[in-house]
């Protein structure tokens, strides 16, 4: 439940619209294509970022039929001019549709959403609606806003009218320009910028006002569950500053919301499976980047789980965030209790 895809032809929209370091794709002769942003090379990739067929056939090796896709989110764009960043996300999404329409046994779709515009965001998520989607993927933050900003609130409170799901993925790294080196706005900013969504989402009131919201927080919940402790008894010890805007306890609304099984450690595992439940914790493993889990799920099999719980991870703890049933996939003559809804993401 958490991959993601881009259109194999991507254009450069700087061209369209006259200005910004828009994301483009130039394809080389090897097969592979660079992601360039402006002038600049942001990163290579190869045909599964791009081609239907090749991931269908790489993710047959570890007995997976579902993906659900989602762009990179570097093509977030929000800090572009709204209008043109609604113009992106229907191009986008649309691209996204139409996977999912041709293989609608294999691929879910996940929107993006022009979020520095509340209007025009909550009119592409009721298109995204519209044409099949089930739900859209936002980033940790938006232009260094917090999630709990009122200006957001409208945007949460269509996608639960529209019964579209939410993944919350960490993106423009804070602390970023101070920490480049040793990769570490991947490998420290990422988990921290989903500690930041959640908290905002809990001490702004969000999930408290919009119980019916279904959120996933993504690699498991970054450093949120594992410093819950700390959470806790800061909004415990200081209330004056932390339980401003919603005075339930944090710890109150672990298992409200979904995370990701990307923790590449069973411990990790185990312990947010503690916490969450089995229901709350779904496959997921950022296909087809590097720093995802490129064996969809073997160390859970590896983990001496119960069946009852690896099947709610594979499958049915997806299938209740994204609010389908499982009798939609035609799996033919394959095991059915393999069936794993993984995301990219």
Known sequence: MHTHILPKNLPNFADKFGYGDFIYLMHNQDGSANMMQGDKFFRRIQPNCWDPSTRINEYEQFKTQVQVVCTIPVMFSYWAKAQDAKALSEFLNDDLAQLSHDYPQNYLGLGTLPMQDADLAIAELERCKEIGLL?????SNINDK?????????????????????????????????MRKYWLPWLVGMPAETSRAACSLIFGGVLERLPQLRVCLSHAGGSF????????????????????????NPRQYVGEFWVDSITHDPKLLDYILSMQGSKRVMLGSDYPFPLGDLEIGAFIEEMDLAPNVVEDIFANAALEWLNIDKSRFDLGSTDKDRLRVSEKG
């Open 135 to 139: 739900g859209v993927q936002i980033g």
């Open 146 to 178: 917090n999630l709990s900003e009122p200006e957001f609130f409208p945007i949460f409170e269509a996608a639960q009218e529209l019964d579209m799901a939410i993944m919350i993925h960490p993106w423009n790294m804070m602390g970023m320009e101070s």
């Open 225 to 248: 569950l594992p410093t819950l402790g700390r959470v806790e008894h800061g909004y415990n010890c200081r209330p004056d500053l932390v339980a401003i805007h919603n005075n339930v």
